[in-house]
């Protein structure tokens, strides 16, 4: 987001996955105590660092998401492209505190949500691995999940990708009338 300012942009400095979910997590809060906001069912998607934003939502924050949506999620930095990460979290020796707070495999016994992993096996930006690495987080922590994953496609995930991702959050969201 730019046009903001250093301060802005330095808050998430070193600290990817903690000041921006928290800000969104307090806003949801805000909105939970409008009387037209069914607060037990919020959902959260997103797509690439969206999709890392997804994850850590639902797994920081199981008191605010019923659902998440993780579309090509970075979901542990030290395994993602260094050019980028480092850029914002430094290294991991020399910031070890931030990559542990900014993996999401960290807050996995918390979890008590639904999530959605969805990953294109020929994604050559976010790598696959990373989304197994969170899903045998999950296993360990003997917690449900539902996952899509598309042989064929990249980073932009397949066809009928927004229809399962859709689907998901009608069967979990949805009221029942």
């Known amino acids: ?23 969104h997590a307090d806003a ?32 920081k924050h199981p008191d605010v998401y019923t659902a998440s949506v993780v579309r090509a999620g970075v979901t542990d930095w030290q395994n993602y492209d ?20 900014g993996a999401a495999m ?3 016994d918390d979890f008590k949500g639904k999530v959605l ?6 994604d050559d930006n976010v ?19 539902e996952s899509r994953f598309w042989p064929n496609a990249g980073h932009g995930l397949g066809t009928g990708s927004r229809t399962t991702q859709n689907e998901f959050f009608d069967r979990i969201l949805k009221p029942e009338w």
């Open 28 to 59: 949801v809060r805000l909105l939970r105590q409008r009387p037209y906001v069914d607060g037990e069912r919020v959902g959260i998607v997103g797509h690439s660092y969206g999709g890392f934003m997804a994850a850590m939502g639902i797994f």
């Open 1 to 23: 987001t730019g046009g903001r300012g250093k301060s802005f942009l330095g808050a998430a400095y070193l600290r990817l996955g903690d000041i921006d979910i928290q800000d």
């Open 82 to 101: 260094t050019i980028y990460t480092e850029r914002y979290m430094s290294t991991p020796q020399l910031n070890p505190d931030g990559y542990k707070s």
């Open 106 to 108: 960290t807050y996995v």
């Open 117 to 122: 992993i969805m990953h294109g096996m020929l």
């Open 127 to 145: 790598h696959p691995n990373i989304a197994f690495q969170l899903i045998e987080a999950l296993d360990k922590a003997g917690k449900s999940y």
